[in-house]
């Protein structure tokens, strides 16, 4: 099985970004543990701060792996392109989120992405991630 993890934008600063709301870790560190405890899975990372290059690199995979694994960031309130990406690949996505964005701003509490995924997962931190790989299990 191989899934990839995409982040977005502003998510290369995990561990030092509003620590009160994304955690201290930073997601090169979460990884190994990750890889560790699924090595029956090929997990690889990709994180880009631009959308056309998130979108190229879901359609670069798209069409191969078993399950794509999303955190795209700001993007997910905003991004109609990412929308019908998700929705032209054959590969399930799940959408990711380290906060539970429901209890944030009004304007978080949209997603234009989240009826192209096949679900959706926010509020366990880090652990969000690990739930996605598990929902990709079943």
Known sequence: MKILIINGPNLNLLGTREPG?????SFDSYLPELQKR???IEIS????????????????VGFS???????AG????TSIALHDCIRSLTTPVIEVHI????QREPFRHKSMISS??????CGFGLDSYRLAVEAFLV
């Open 99 to 102: 906060s539970n964005v429901h």
């Open 65 to 71: 792996y078993d399950g794509i694994i999303l955190n």
């Open 38 to 40: 699924y090595p029956e």
């Open 116 to 121: 192209a995924c096949k679900g959706v997962i």
């Open 74 to 77: 700001a993007y997910t309130h």
């Open 21 to 25: 709301i994304y955690g201290s870790s």
């Open 45 to 60: 990372y990709y994180q880009s701060n631009v959308e056309g290059e998130l979108i190229n690199k879901m359609q670069e």
